[in-house]
């Protein structure tokens, strides 16, 4: 079983849609949660960082569930621009410190 | 300011050869990090260097790969024999300490 599981997708959207991705992990000692994306051929980048109360950034807004070991991202009124793929990440440790372990991504295509 | 920077962009080798690939943390950042990206997976971690020690290499997948950040900033990641199945993408990140990881463009590496 792979420590962080995401659908893969592709998600297919119209502009202008709310969609949802969901993620699981394995690791109950996980400490700190994020959200990253990645264009093609592109590097990854931070989105948002997820905490136990729930965050919301504009459009996007990640929550977290511990006992169910669950992380969730949504985006409002999808645009064009949000088409990339989200990498659903956790750390052993309760800051960016040491490793990161990546989600295989979920792929996001926004259109007109 | 600059970014992370990794040389080369690309790399096409031959079964059995030996590569290095290279890469420039963001100045003062002590923290570098080395993953491995195949097509259609997130990034997998392999090693986490904490100024010129390699703090945790547990992701590394065999003898074959070593990497050194001698005088704590650039880092060489060193491959031997390479096979065909080290064909991936190779991102190097930089932090400050407990920070955001932020990530090159990466090196693709062919090996034919």
């Known amino acids: 079983r792979k420590e962080v599981e995401q659908d893969p997708g592709p998600f297919n959207v119209p502009e202008g849609a709310t969609v949802a991705f969901n993620c699981t992990y394995s690791?109950?000692?996980?400490?700190?949660f994020f959200w990253y994306r990645q264009d093609c051929r592109k590097e990854p980048k931070l989105l948002m960082s997820v905490y136990s109360s729930g965050n919301e950034d504009g459009r996007f807004t990640a929550q977290l569930n511990r006992a169910s070991q669950y992380i969730s991202l949504l985006i409002r009124d999808s645009k064009l621009s949000d088409s990339a793929t989200y990498l659903c990440v956790v750390n052993a440790f309760s800051s960016n410190t040491g490793k990161l372990i990546f989600g295989q991504g979920t792929t996001l295509q926004v259109k007109p | 300011g600059a970014g992370v920077s990794q040389t080369p962009s690309n790399k096409v080798t031959e079964k059995g050869k030996y590569v290095e690939l290279r890469c420039d943390p963001i100045?003062?950042?002590?923290?570098l990090y080395w993953y491995r990206q195949s097509l259609g997976q997130g990034p997998e971690f392999l090693i986490y260097?904490?100024?010129?020690?390699?703090?945790?290499d547990s992701g590394l997948p065999n003898d074959r790969f070593f990497a050194v950040r001698p005088e704590g900033s650039v880092s060489t990641l060193k491959i031997q024999r390479t096979e065909r199945g080290d064909s991936a993408v190779y991102l190097c990140?930089?932090?400050?300490?407990?920070?955001?990881?932020?990530f090159g463009p990466g090196t693709r590496l062919t090996v034919l």
């Open positions: 990140a930089s932090s400050p300490p407990g920070d955001t990881q932020y």
């Open positions: 100045s003062g950042h002590t923290a």
């Open positions: 260097f904490q100024g010129t020690g390699a703090a945790d």
């Open positions: 690791n109950s000692a996980s400490q700190s």
